[in-house]
């Protein structure tokens, strides 16, 4: 048929990677770093007015008030999506807010077979939470008192863009026989079709929270196929970078015409401190449980009250059928995470007749905080607290423990990268660093489908409308409703211009400007944040931008992949002597290996109005030396552009060898600051 451009075959499955946040990023007013960052985003956008986010995922719950269309203008003429109906699903469930939803499931059908009612929707409604969460976190209404579980972070819980429209594309579902919190599959054909689609209806920015779990080639990723015909019409995808962290070379979602989001911490956290018998207190406790302890009770270690024979290490874990009744019963126990659910911990000291669970990280994960929303009374401490609890527990012939109610504690240090976000270097290409940017992914408040429980797990039967989620698929809704403010207010910006725009502007420090950590608590590289953490209202006014046209794009396929090429039908003639694809026009960059020098042409393009002077400055890593040229730029109106070149080489220094080292370069007027980093491998 005509219509085919190209046929791949089915490679497997994606998966879903799974409010403070909005005022830590300075989209509001009462920000910390609000005063240092200008003009009101959200107004000059009109909250996202008529921009339509589309969101490939597990479906939406509509009735959840984050949807409501009270007060919005009739849907876009432009628009030319439709109401799929299915079941609990109809027409009346989309309105001005959410104005198309569609539901994929022959690739799911192929695999599976028929989906079961009883465990998802076969409709655009979603069973899981994890697609309203999402496109919430986008796109969502301003809602007042809205909490998890227990009224935990209680608040306004907003979309990036309140304003903006809603179009749900529902390709990711439940995995038959396998409880919800294992994840959703997401049959890549489906996740094609729903991009086509979302490509005809006329959504302005893709938004993808979902990754697939091998390493493809860009001309095998239906994700970069189906984005690259997504720009054609100017269609911005962003993706998350996958939860595949600690892992190097862990990343999903790596095509350069994408953005790429990492997941780090927001400066709240849900404090629950133990207090011990002896008065000490471990401060350093985290819990989003609801249930209150009011006194104290006797403190055990888990693997002192094992069942008879039951072995050690899975005592300590307390794994299940581990514990003794008898000697658990109106306790508070110790256990170490390990092997299982966290939750499923809990359940094992309440089945036991416990009263509450301290649950600490062992030595690996140090003080990373893992926040769970248990049956009993529960908390969490790093490895430092459990081993201050363990000395006073054997210290004592009655030690006694009191885990405190739950208190939400802001203006923490952050932010801090997540654990579980995904590493580069980029296995694909190597000369495109990735992630492109972090950005919120930890403990995200925002709406959840009354079809799920807080945990998704089959025996959860708690429901909530609003949850407390983590993710790389939390942080990309974050930078999909910033896109659409962008494009907003910058409706004739090309979309590497609105990419350029939010890297170059990204921090590197935390609101205590020191440098951002990783979850080891040492700094991170750009690796793990990319170009940093997004600043929304800074990438608003970046002064310069990295522009990349689509057939730039075309002639990197040429050298990097020129299969690709034939898969989006591209009319174009790859030259006899291919350039480098260290000259694709990114704002960062990466030499994989430095055996020479190495000269690398960029070129930026003033968006600021009037005339302006630019410097070129940088901050060199160890065992390596730059020559610049030229060092300084005069632009005089909007719209103009020059080249630069940068040529890297060894430095006379052997203490550094085998290993990536990382700087960054920036011009700078005085006013804009356009910073970007670059990574090396010196041999």
Known sequence: MKEVVSVIPSHGKYRSQTTRSWDFVGLNDHSWNRAQMGDDLLLNAQYGKNQIIGVVDSGVWPESASFSDVGMDPVPKTWKGICQEGVAFNKSHCNRKIIGARYYVKGFYNVFGAVNPSEDY??????????????????????????????????????????????????????????????????????????????????????????????????????AIGSLHAATKNILTVCSAGNGGPSPASLANIAPWVITVA????????????????????????????????????????????????????????????LDSYKVNGKIVLCFIGQGRNVDKGVEVSKAGGVGLILANNQDNGNTIFYDSHFISATGVGYDGAVTILQYIYSTAYPTARILPVQSVSYTPAPFMAGYSSRGPNHVDAHILKPDITAPGLQILAAWSEASSPTKLPYDRRSTKFNLYSGTSMSCPHVSGVAALLRAVHPNWSLSAIKSALMTTASVTDNFNNPIQDYTGNPATPFVFGSGHFQPIKASDPGLVYDISYDDYLHYLC?????????????????????????????????????????????????????????FSWNLPQGVSILVSPTVLVFDHVGQSFSFTMTIFPANDYSVRNQYVFGWYMWSDGRHLVRSPFAVFLP
């Open 122 to 223: 076969l409709s655009p409604r979603d069973a899981d939470g994890h697609g309203t969460h999402t496109a919430s976190t986008a796109t969502g209404r301003q809602v007042p008192n809205a909490a998890a579980l227990g009224g935990i972070a209680i608040g306004i819980a907003s979309g990036g863009a309140p304003m903006a429209r809603l179009a749900i594309y529902k390709a990711c579902w439940a995995m038959p026989g396998k409880p919800k919190s294992d994840g959703n599959t997401c049959m890549d054909e489906d996740v094609l079709a729903a991009i086509d689609d979302a490509i005809g209806d006329g959504v302005d920015i893709l938004s993808l929270s979902l990754g697939f779990n091998e390493h493809s080639p860009l001309d095998q990723d239906v994700v």
């Open 263 to 322: 997941a780090s911490g927001i400066d709240r956290q849900f404090s629950s401190p133990v207090l011990l018998g002896n008065g000490m207190k471990i401060q350093k406790g985290y819990s989003i449980s609801p249930y209150a302890m009011n006194q104290m009770y006797p403190l055990v270690y888990a693997r002192d009250v094992a069942r008879l024979g039951v072995p050690q290490y899975l005592a300590t874990q307390c794994q299940p059928d581990t």
């Open 559 to 615: 050298t990097i992949n020129p299969g690709l090429l034939n898969k989006v039908n591209a009319k174009i003639n790859c030259p006899n002597q291919l350039a480098s694809p260290l000259n694709l026009n990114y704002p960062s960059f990466v030499i994989p290996n430095l055996y020479g020098p190495v000269t690398v042409t960029r070129t930026v393009t003033n968006v600021f109005d009037g005339q302006s002077r630019y410097e």
